[in-house]
């Protein structure tokens, strides 16, 4: 059963930055692609960035290239998400999310992994 705990949300001013982790448990290959993603109100959950947890590759959503980067630390399982130079429009719950490591060679940020995290909140205020 794989778990994806996520931590680190919070309010911050526009201009800010944090770190959002994501311990992840239950799997049992090492050939996993993970991601963060990410729903404001009213909105449809977007891809914001992944990671070949083999491999480190990484792809980013055109929203975060430049501002945020996603990193691993496989020997405590888990995933980061830096975050810097936040504007309000960037406000949503986060999610973490994993799948098999196809999903991180199809050069898109599909919300269709198999397994979620609960979610972090974000807020930035202007």
């Known amino acids: 059963q794989v778990e994806l705990v996520e931590s680190g949300g919070g309010s911050v001013q526009a201009g800010g930055s944090l770190t959002l982790s994501c311990v992840a448990s239950g799997f049992h290959a090492w050939r996993v692609c993970l991601g963060w993603f990410r729903q404001a109100p009213g909105k449809e959950r977007e891809g914001v960035a992944s990671i070949h947890r083999d491999s480190g590759s990484t792809l980013y959503a055109d929203s975060a290239k430049g501002r945020f980067t996603i990193s691993q630390d496989n020997a405590k399982n888990t995933v980061y998400l830096r975050m810097n130079s936040l504007k309000p429009e960037d406000t949503a719950m986060y999610y973490c999310?994993?799948?098999?490591?196809?999903?991180?060679?199809?050069?898109?940020?599909?919300?269709?992994?198999?397994?979620w995290g609960q979610g972090t909140q974000v807020t930035v205020s202007s």
């Open positions: 999310a994993a799948a098999s490591w196809s999903y991180c060679s199809r050069g898109s940020l599909k919300a269709d992994f198999p397994s």
